[in-house]
């Protein structure tokens, strides 16, 4: 039994291993019921239509049974602690996949008092699976990671994080944040993205895209107002402008082969323009069908410790 909490757990053989499993399981479907007779909980406190739905039926394919519980099911919203949650599911269940506004530590605790596989499904500040399937897409898209660089552009949210430690882990594979001054990711994710990557990770966050040297081979984007969240400066669009992914910004580092990733939903118009989104560089649905695999390489590789990519 395993947890997904945070990329930070996992090393680089792990993350290399879930990823080329999300890409096979792509590209050839999952014919086995690995998870056969499982149960998988759902429970997600934040709305969701990709992660949740992909999770439901991901482990449906491979053979699990699933139970979805939304913010007021459980009765954690009566008063009953975590630790003592965590105690009874595991009487049922084999994992539980777990979206909420809380910090990771909330994630740590739960399984702390589990014997079931916690998986991190988004939390205050980091978004594994979406990192997973993001590196999917990438990969399969070129083939390998190491030597691509992707670009990603606006604010450092928590799908921002994930993938600054997925590259981080991944030998040959650069990445460079573009974010607008005061909304980059933290300095305390780039200090452990150094730590994480033996000093060799080739990360380095910009405010100025000028900064970008030469072409990428992704440009990556997410909503600027994650997950609602609002921001304090209420005069925070001013500071995204020149972020917005257009035809006009595709032109200043985009080679023939760049493709344009978003984890969506977009709020389109804002972050990127319809003809970016919708057009022949986008594979942002293709990567929306990697959540799915990246759900069940994950939910796989948790719940039976399974390391064949075939
Ligand atoms: N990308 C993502 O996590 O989408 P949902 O919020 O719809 O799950």
Redesign the pocket.
């Known amino acids: 039994m395993r947890n997904l909490i945070s990329l930070t757990d996992l090393n680089s053989a792990e993350l290399e291993y879930l990823v080329a499993r999300a890409v096979y399981i792509g590209r050839d479907g999952a014919r086995a019921k690995s998870l056969a007779d499982r149960a998988v909980g759902l429970y997600f406190s934040k709305?969701?239509?990709?992660?949740?739905t992909s999770f439901w039926a991901g482990a449906a394919r491979l053979g699990a049974h699933t139970i979805a519980y939304g913010p007021d099911d459980l009765q954690l919203v009566t008063g009953e602690t975590l630790q003592d949650t965590a105690r009874v599911l595991s009487q049922y269940l084999d994992a539980l996949v777990v979206r909420t506004n809380g910090p990771i530590g909330d994630m740590r605790s739960l399984s702390a008092n589990a014997s079931l596989s916690v998986v991190n499904a988004?939390s205050e500040c980091e978004?594994p699976t979406?990192a997973i399937a993001d590196l999917a897409t990438i990969a399969e898209e070129f083939g390998s990671l190491a030597g691509r660089h992707v670009l990603c552009v606006g604010e450092g949210n928590s799908?921002a994080t994930a993938l600054a430690y997925a590259a981080a882990l991944t030998p040959g594979l650069r990445l460079t944040l573009l974010c607008p001054d005061g909304y980059g990711v933290p300095e305390n994710v780039l200090e452990t993205v150094e730590r994480l990557g033996a000093d060799c990770a080739q990360v380095a966050q910009y405010t100025d895209i000028n900064r970008v040297r030469g072409t990428v081979d992704a440009i990556y984007t997410s909503r600027w107002q994650t997950?609602g969240v609002p921001k304090e400066d209420a005069d925070w669009l001013r500071a995204f402008e020149g972020f917005r992914i257009d035809e006009e910004f595709v032109a200043k580092v985009a080679s023939p082969h760049t493709v344009f990733l978003h984890?969506?939903?977009a709020v389109r118009g804002q972050e990127v323009s319809d003809d970016v989104l919708d057009g022949a560089r986008s594979r942002a649905w293709r990567q929306a069908r990697h959540?799915m695999t990246a759900a069940m390489s994950v939910l796989e590789w948790c719940i039976t410790g399974t390391e064949h990519v075939h």
Do not use: A, F, V, Y
């Open positions: 709305s969701s239509t990709r992660t949740r988004l978004h979406q799908s997950m984890d969506l939903p959540k």
